[in-house]
């Protein structure tokens, strides 16, 4: 296996055991990116491309519930909704995104405004988790249009790096008054329009920077991350049952700091 296969094969690594943590896979990534000198134009495509790969893992885990979600759509409000919920989740960022992405881009993706972002996104983690709440939401079917509304809008905060687009939607649906268990698996299911969908524009709209030659690497990344992806959400989904997202936060503070 040559170098630039290997740090693409690291990279994705990377990315599927942060993508679903509340961690920042984009802050990261940057980072592993600048120790493995894996830079550029180009590379800033493979990581938004490899989030596809990631996000592959959720269709698999959660491959029954898409499948009635597909049958049902015609005949079953609960699916229905359960797309229309998607739907309106998923705006903000994009409206967002398509405005301001390049701009973000250029002045944002900098190793000092992705470790401020870590400190300050773990610091509301610690305050979230720390607040006395009833949780009024306790399934993903039981959220309303206003309810994924703003989940949607907390996922916007993550278009700064070092976020988290799991943590912002995650501990903005618990704020919003989920359950941590409904947060999450939303936080999951939020993923696939988001990511296909950031995927393939960066993909289309810097196509001119791509080859044939690059097939190797994206492929090696997207499937890393596919399969780190995979094993972290199984055993995401075992812990949110019984644990806090705590440890997180301070992670994120001495990982900022320390960055």
Known sequence: MDWLLLKALLMGIVEGLTEFLPVSSTGHLILAGSL?????????????????????????????????????IGSN?????????????????????????????SHLFKPLPVAVAFV????????????????????????GWRDALK????????????????????????????SRGAATEFSFFLAVPTLVAAGGYDLWKHRSLLSFEDFG???????AAFASAFLCVRWLIRYVATHDFIPFAWYRIAFGILV
């Open 36 to 72: 493995l000198s894996f830079q550029g134009e180009k590379i800033k495509v493979f990581e938004v491309v490899i989030q596809t790969g990631a996000m592959l893992a959720i269709v698999v885990e959660y491959r029954r519930r898409f499948t009635d979600v597909l049958v049902g």
């Open 77 to 105: 409000p609960t699916a229905r909704k359960f797309v229309a919920n998607l739907f309106v989740a998923f705006l903000p960022a994009a409206f967002l995104g398509l405005a301001f992405g390049s701009l973000i881009k």
């Open 120 to 143: 300050v996104g773990g610091l509301i983690i610690l305050w979230v988790e720390r607040r006395q709440f009833t949780a009024q939401i306790q399934s993903v079917d039981e959220m």
């Open 151 to 178: 989940v949607g809008c907390a996922q916007a905060f993550a278009l700064i790096p070092g976020t988290s687009r799991s943590g912002a939607t995650i501990i903005g649906g618990m704020l919003f008054g989920l």
């Open 217 to 223: 690497m994206f492929a090696t990344g997207s499937v």
